[in-house]
């Protein structure tokens, strides 16, 4: 086995290594991204600095408002007509790059592959795009007859003012189907946060609730925060499927409007990403009496607790019992298939950069593999999803949080039907089954190093002072990474692989990791430390 030319990580002091990191910046920004960066001690509780604008100048990992809303929550929907209304790049940027796969229904509708655009010219941004839009709702329902449509904001659409909510009403009464407009301008909030959580109101208020239909199993699940990047949500319903859980709905992976309008009638919302989707387990526990538990897919043994903690939920024994020989028929062979690839990465490093969730949710996957994660981090998540749910009363609301819209939230006066006895409710509340996340820290190792919305600089330094084995981040950081001669997987988009959820999707990562590591090609590769310094410069003042 040819060996990586990155000698092995020289012991590195992490406490030295984050006065380092800061040290490279002027002071007024050394204060401010100090706060970000934290060195794990279970000993103590601790928080960290999240979801608030990034520096500017600083080369952040982040995407825009636009991003969340158009390209994460509802481009999933594949039943759908998802038009940008902006220039034509917002368009090619969110055009199926992250890879959420969708399968038709019988009626073999799959708008997935397309992208709409209003394309903006110089003329409509001087004149207003309104017209523009009208005309392309109207082509686009014409030519491909979806069951319903969706307008997304760009800048300049908000900065010139067009009223999109005006147009999608009046294309609403003029075409009889549901037309969804989205004010996710992209320069709204701090990142592309802002725009799950204007994705997720409108959902709420346009489409959840309209169906009735009911499951006809007791045992009907929504799931909430899985987007099906590279067929994730498949091997869910496989295994869902295997135990007798029915998947009702999903936001939004594989996902349809017709599901989203009577995800209502589900008994249980399971979260897989909390930061993307919390909004929605919230709200539609408040309006129809669903509770939310919070699952995690990724990794043999997180796929194994979860289901534990679905059956725990419905307390049915049938139900129990199936889980239990699902998980001990899929755990064996899983472990079997990956014991090949466990004996040659176990000990390797690994270091995560995602945005929101896959951060935390693939510690889990590597454990599996006896890999260890040495320093993770969210570039847009909240203090929440590192600190755990507790912390939420004391957060202090911003002034960039305080413009995205919080609805205010009633039970529905038909429709709310609690689904568990009152005394039931306190309790699961109370041993933490139902509405709670611990976040990522707990299962961050001492010493390690937390770093919240990472900078261009910051990921640099850190794998030249610790020579991970492997990052995991996106495609703005990938190919500086692998200059480093480290291999460097996106977790984003999987590299056109995948599935990587699920029992038989761990496996799929190990073999896919194992290759990464292992490739000869890193030897050919010379590291900038062994030929710095070229030019050198300080700063001054
Ligand atoms: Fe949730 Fe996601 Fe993520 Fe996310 Fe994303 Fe994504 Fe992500 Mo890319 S919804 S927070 S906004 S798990 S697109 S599927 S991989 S940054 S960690």
């Known amino acids: 086995m040819p060996k990586s030319r990155i000698p092995t990580a020289p012991a590195v002091d992490p406490e030295e290594f984050v006065e380092e990191l800061v040290r490279s910046y002027p002071a007024k920004v050394a204060k401010k991204r100090r706060r970000h960066i934290l060195v794990r001690d279970p000993s103590e509780p601790q928080a960290i600095d999240a979801n608030v604008r990034t520096v500017p100048g600083i080369i952040t990992q982040r995407g825009c408002c636009y991003a969340g809303c158009k390209g994460v929550v ?34 073999g509708v799959n708008f997935m592959h397309y992208c709409f655009s209003t394309d903006m010219q110089e003329e409509d941004i001087i004149f207003g795009g309104e017209r523009k839009l009208r005309e392309a709702i109207r082509e686009a329902v014409e030519l491909f007859r979806p069951k319903a449509v969706s307008v997304h904001a760009t800048c300049p659409v908000g900065l010139i003012g067009d009223d999109i909510q005006a147009v999608a009403r009046e294309m609403e009464g003029e075409l009889g189907i549901p037309v969804l407009a989205f004010n996710c301008e992209g320069y709204k909030g701090v990142s592309q946060s802002a725009g799950h959580h204007i994705a997720n109101n409108k959902l709420f208020q346009a489409a959840v609730g309209r169906d009735d239909l009911e499951p006809s199993t007791p045992f009907a699940v929504n799931i909430l925060g899985e987007y ?17 859980i029915r998947i009702w709905a999903v936001f939004s992976g594989n996902g349809s409007i017709e599901d989203i309008q009577r995800a209502h009638t589900a008994q249980l919302n399971l979260v897989m990403c909390h930061r993307s989707i919390n909004y929605m387990a919230e709200m539609m526990e408040k309006a129809y009496g669903i509770p939310w538990l919070k699952v995690n897919f990724i990794g043999v043994q997180a796929m194994a607790k979860s289901l534990r903690k679905i059956a725990a ?16 028929e899929e755990v064996e062979i899983a472990h079997k298939e990956l014991a090949p690839y466990r004996e040659r990465l176990a000990g390797k490093t690994v270091v995560l950069f995602v945005g929101g969730s896959r951060a935390h949710h693939y510690q889990h996957l590597f454990q599996d593999l006896g890999m260890r994660t040495i320093a993770a981090g969210y570039e847009f998540a909240h203090r929440d999803d590192y600190e755990g749910r507790h912390i939420l009363p004391s957060l202090k609301v911003d002034a960039d949080s305080r413009n995205i819209e919080e609805l205010k939230v009633e039970p529905h006066p038909e429709k709310y039907r609690p689904r568990l006895s009152e005394d039931r409710a306190e309790q699961l509340h109370r041993t933490g089954l139902i509405g709670h996340y611990e976040g990522m820290l707990p299962d961050m190792e001492p010493g390690s190093l937390v770093i919240d919305d990472i900078s261009h600089l910051e990921l640099e330094m850190l794998i030249k002072r610790y020579r991970p084995d492997l990052v995991c981040s996106g495609i703005k950081d990938k190919y500086v990474v692998e200059k480093f001669g480290v291999p460097c997987k996106q977790l984003h988009n999987y590299d056109y692989r995948g599935p990587y959820a699920g029992f038989r999707g761990a496996v799929n990562f190990a073999r896919d990791i194992d290759a990464m590591i292992h490739s000869p090609v890193w030897k050919l590769v010379r590291p900038p430390w062994e030929t710095e310094p070229r030019l050198k410069a300080e700063l001054t003042a």
Do not use: K, Q
Request: contains cysteine; negative net charge.
């Open 228 to 244: 099906n990047i590279g067929g994730d949500a498949w091997e869910i319903e496989r295994v869902l499927e295997r135990c007798g």
């Open 74 to 107: 509802i481009g999933p929907l594949g039943d759908m007509v998802h038009i940008t209304h902006g220039p034509i790049g917002c368009g090619y940027y969110s055009w199926l790059t992250r890879r959420n796969l969708f399968h038709p229904r019988s009626d």
């Open 313 to 328: 939920y419905f307390e049915d024994s049938a139900l129990t019992e199936r889980v239990e020989e699902v998980v001990a």
